[in-house]
């Protein structure tokens, strides 16, 4: 009878332990930061003047009326900081869902299917990615005139989940050869849900480290690509604001506040969703997690302790 | 011998689908060049029938001919080497820009990328090999560098080193005034001079994603059982990090440096754009200033081949560095 009551209390034990990355310094300053800038991207623009009102105070620094000072056309630097913000958002967002869903489709699907289906996405997948795609993007900016944010965002996205698609697969081809994969076969559990349930939890580390490089990829990506002139038309994103300081000679007038704080953002943008994916890299390779200083100091040993602990071993 | 031919055979798709979309692009895109040109020359004053024709047979774009033909005059033209004629240089063939141009862009970018990924797969392994020391935490640091926009860091780094304290000159490829272009001494001196601090730009922003990965790689395979072996022989620690370790770890850093080196040709536009270098990159967006489809699609195709070509190399080159992935098929 215990024995059974034994059986039944082991049953009730979650049978998933849940993927969350264990709270270190690295990650707190990550999605403090992150989070930070993502709530002046959606709270900001209600907050601030007219980014686009022109006034005849240009290029004034930082002062009670204007906290970051004005561009060449009396233009507030904050207000467009604001706006900038969200649409560099927005563009990181959209390519993070698309990247998360071709890459999903083109190397999971894929992967798990097998046979010409496999050959085939595998073949595509390949092909995008030896194609660059900052040039196909700048020709493709070229012909069309006018070019919304959303656009300028898809074929980012279109030019660049290849690499995903390509790491994915690697993955869900190792998985699905693994014992527990063929044993829920064996039980006679249907194919989606095999790839659902039983796969699909496994690669999403991955697909969380995958999304966040694009997103990191894509601000940038349209940062640069603002900065040739060939960015969204009649949007703000920091790449914009950094053309137009650019061009407004910003620099050479020493108008720091006009063009150090978007690149300013972009830099902590990026470091914060670094931060995040180094968490993210020790989960996927936990090889990656032990022995840090701060995990030995965890073993309370002095140097002189692990000097000699380690002579005694040799 | 299965290896090389499948790899060959996806080279060869890779090359067709990528001039399918050089050719594709011009034609799919909702402005039409031959459109946006008449409309150009249409603000300067009235446009004839002919100056339509005149334009669609520089183009190359005839519209009342199929697709499927044109799409063969594209092919014929691009296996005689024909790739029509520049309009923002005319009347010079695109093969001649691209000719004078690509050095320049591939002695920069291409000794940049290099010296990148020497001093970042070293630094790398030592911090690997040396796990928590000071050189370890040194990787957030270069990882900033690395999130920091490129334009931005070398807007920055140019304002100061440029201007605020004139070390380096402003732009420009060599010091068009006082030397001659040849095979001489003043002029490779000033070309060295004139790339230092745009090669400095691309270094500083490129090393910590070799630092990253390489360092990686070395923890994974410290904690491998061969390592533990090497040390119970009684090796030395120089012999273990270099032949056991960093030997096994750099493999996926070469692959990535193949993958680099294709795209020396393509990361280089906003360098050049920054430093207004004489390189394929400011040529690439003259051509785009100044509607010159010709050129564009030109640079492209050249874009494409060095990844394609690269890649290949890489994919050879990698068979017999790791003879395990030979033996994969």
Same mark, same amino acid.
């Given at each position: 009878?215990?024995?059974?009551?034994?059986?039944?209390?082991?049953?009730?034990?979650?049978?998933?332990?849940?993927?969350?990355?264990?709270?270190?310094?690295?990650?707190?300053?990550?999605?403090?930061?992150?989070?930070?800038?993502?709530?002046?991207?959606?709270?900001?623009?209600?907050?601030?003047?007219?980014?686009?009102?022109?006034?005849?105070?240009?290029?004034?620094?930082?002062?009670?009326?204007?906290?970051?000072?004005?561009?060449?056309?009396?233009?507030?630097?904050?207000?467009?900081?604001?706006?900038?913000?969200?649409?560099?958002?927005?563009?990181?967002?959209?390519?993070?869902?698309?990247?998360?869903?071709?890459?999903?489709?083109?190397?999971?699907?894929?992967?798990?299917?097998?046979?010409?289906?496999?050959?085939?996405?595998?073949?595509?997948?390949?092909?995008?990615?030896?194609?660059?795609?900052?040039?196909?993007?700048?020709?493709?900016?070229?012909?069309?005139?006018?070019?919304?944010?959303?656009?300028?965002?898809?074929?980012?996205?279109?030019?660049?989940?290849?690499?995903?698609?390509?790491?994915?697969?690697?993955?869900?081809?190792?998985?699905?050869?693994?014992?527990?994969?063929?044993?829920?076969?064996?039980?006679?559990?249907?194919?989606?849900?095999?790839?659902?349930?039983?796969?699909?939890?496994?690669?999403?580390?991955?697909?969380?480290?995958?999304?966040?490089?694009?997103?990191?990829?894509?601000?940038?990506?349209?940062?640069?690509?603002?900065?040739?002139?060939?960015?969204?038309?009649?949007?703000?994103?920091?790449?914009?604001?950094?053309?137009?300081?650019?061009?407004?000679?910003?620099?050479?007038?020493?108008?720091?506040?006009?063009?150090?704080?978007?690149?300013?953002?972009?830099?902590?943008?990026?470091?914060?969703?670094?931060?995040?994916?180094?968490?993210?890299?020790?989960?996927?390779?936990?090889?990656?997690?032990?022995?840090?200083?701060?995990?030995?100091?965890?073993?309370?040993?002095?140097?002189?302790?692990?000097?000699?602990?380690?002579?005694?071993?040799? | 011998?299965?290896?090389?031919?499948?790899?060959?055979?996806?080279?060869?798709?890779?090359?067709?689908?990528?001039?399918?979309?050089?050719?594709?692009?011009?034609?799919?895109?909702?402005?039409?060049?031959?459109?946006?040109?008449?409309?150009?020359?249409?603000?300067?004053?009235?446009?004839?029938?002919?100056?339509?024709?005149?334009?669609?047979?520089?183009? &190359?774009?005839?519209?009342?001919?199929?697709?499927?033909?044109?799409?063969?005059?594209?092919?014929?033209?691009?296996?005689?080497?024909?790739?029509?004629?520049?309009?923002?240089?005319?009347?010079?063939?695109?093969?001649?820009?691209?000719?004078?141009?690509?050095?320049?862009?591939? &002695?920069?970018?291409?000794?940049?990328?290099?010296?990148?990924?020497?001093?970042?797969?070293?630094?790398?392994?030592?911090?690997?090999?040396?796990?928590?020391?000071?050189?370890?935490?040194?990787?957030?640091?270069?990882?900033?560098?690395?999130?920091?926009?490129?334009?931005?860091?070398?807007?920055?780094?140019?304002?100061?080193?440029?201007?605020?304290?004139?070390?380096?000159?402003?732009?420009?490829?060599?010091?068009?005034?006082?030397?001659?272009?040849?095979?001489?001494?003043?002029?490779?001196?000033?070309?060295?001079?004139?790339?230092?601090?745009?090669?400095?730009?691309?270094?500083?922003?490129?090393?910590?994603?070799?630092?990253?990965?390489?360092?990686?790689?070395?923890?994974?395979?410290?904690?491998?059982?061969?390592?533990?072996?090497?040390?119970?022989?009684?090796?030395?620690?120089?012999?273990?990090?270099?032949?056991?370790?960093?030997?096994?770890?750099?493999?996926?850093?070469?692959?990535?440096?193949?993958?680099?080196?294709?795209?020396?040709?393509?990361?280089?536009?906003?360098?050049?754009?920054?430093?207004?270098?004489?390189?394929? &990159?400011?040529?690439?967006?003259?051509?785009?200033?100044?509607?010159?489809?010709?050129?564009?699609?030109?640079?492209?195709?050249?874009?494409?081949?060095?990844?394609?070509?690269?890649?290949?190399?890489?994919?050879?080159?990698?068979?017999?560095?790791?003879?395990?992935?030979?033996?994969?098929?």
């Amino acid at each position: 009878m215990a024995a059974a009551d034994t059986v039944t209390v082991n049953l009730a034990v979650p049978r998933r332990r849940p993927t969350l990355p264990p709270m270190t310094g690295k990650l707190a300053t990550g999605l403090i930061i992150a989070g930070l800038i993502t709530l002046f991207g959606l709270i900001g623009p209600l907050l601030v003047q007219d980014p686009a009102k022109i006034d005849d105070i240009g290029l004034t620094p930082p002062s009670a009326d204007h906290l970051l000072g004005t561009t060449q056309t009396g233009q507030d630097v904050l207000a467009q900081l604001a706006y900038a913000t969200r649409g560099s958002l927005i563009v990181g967002a959209v390519v993070g869902l698309l990247t998360l869903i071709l890459s999903g489709f083109f190397g999971i699907v894929g992967a798990y299917a097998g046979g010409w289906l496999d050959e085939a996405f595998s073949l595509f997948t390949n092909v995008v990615l030896v194609i660059p795609g900052l040039p196909v993007v700048i020709v493709i900016s070229a012909y069309v005139a006018e070019r919304s944010l959303l656009l300028v965002a898809l074929v980012l996205a279109i030019t660049s989940w290849a690499g995903s698609a390509r790491v994915l697969r690697g993955s869900t081809l190792s998985l699905r050869s693994r014992d527990y994969v063929l044993a829920s076969r064996v039980a006679g559990e249907r194919r989606w849900r095999i790839l659902l349930v039983e796969i699909l939890p496994n690669l999403i580390p991955l697909l969380a480290s995958q999304v966040v490089f694009a997103v990191i990829f894509a601000i940038l990506g349209e940062a640069g690509l603002s900065y040739l002139g060939l960015g969204a038309t009649e949007s703000f994103t920091w790449g914009t604001m950094l053309y137009y300081a650019q061009n407004g000679l910003a620099l050479r007038l020493g108008a720091w506040w006009w063009f150090v704080p978007p690149g300013l953002m972009l830099a902590l943008f990026g470091a914060a969703l670094s931060l995040i994916n180094f968490s993210i890299d020790e989960i996927i390779n936990p090889k990656l997690r032990n022995q840090t200083r701060g995990a030995r100091r965890g073993w309370r040993m002095s140097r002189e302790q692990i000097r000699r602990a380690k002579e005694s071993t040799l | 011998m299965r290896y090389l031919s499948r790899k060959l055979g996806f080279y060869l798709v890779a090359l067709w689908a990528a001039l399918t979309l050089n050719f594709l692009i011009p034609r799919m895109m909702p402005g039409d060049p031959v459109e946006i040109m008449l409309a150009k020359l249409g603000q300067k004053g009235p446009v004839t029938p002919e100056s339509r024709e005149a334009i669609e047979a520089m183009l &190359g774009t005839d519209s009342s001919r199929p697709l499927w033909a044109q799409y063969g005059d594209y092919l014929a033209g691009l296996a005689n080497g024909d790739l029509g004629v520049s309009l923002v240089f005319f009347p010079a063939p695109v093969s001649s820009i691209i000719a004078q141009t690509l050095p320049w862009t591939i &002695g920069l970018i291409g000794l940049a990328t290099i010296i990148s990924f020497l001093t970042g797969v070293g630094l790398g392994t030592l911090a690997g090999w040396k796990r928590g020391s000071w050189m370890d935490n040194l990787i957030p640091v270069t990882t900033m560098f690395q999130s920091v926009p490129y334009f931005w860091l070398a807007l920055i780094l140019l304002f100061l080193l440029g201007s605020v304290w004139p070390v380096f000159p402003l732009n420009g490829g060599y010091d068009v005034y006082n030397v001659t272009p040849g095979w001489n001494g003043p002029f490779l001196a000033s070309v060295v001079y004139y790339g230092t601090l745009p090669a400095l730009t691309i270094i500083l922003s490129s090393i910590g994603g070799w630092m990253l990965g390489m360092r990686n790689m070395m923890v994974s395979t410290l904690s491998d059982d061969y390592m533990v072996t090497a040390e119970a022989k009684g090796l030395r620690s120089r012999r273990i990090m270099m032949r056991y370790a960093a030997r096994n770890a750099v493999l996926p850093s070469i692959s990535g440096f193949a993958i680099s080196l294709g795209f020396v040709v393509a990361g280089s536009i906003i360098t050049e754009a920054v430093f207004s270098y004489p390189g394929i &990159g400011s040529a690439l967006l003259q051509a785009v200033g100044g509607n010159d489809y010709a050129l564009m699609q030109g640079i492209l195709l050249i874009i494409t081949l060095s990844v394609l070509g690269a890649n290949l190399l890489v994919d050879l080159l990698y068979s017999v560095i790791d003879p395990r992935i030979r033996a994969r098929g």
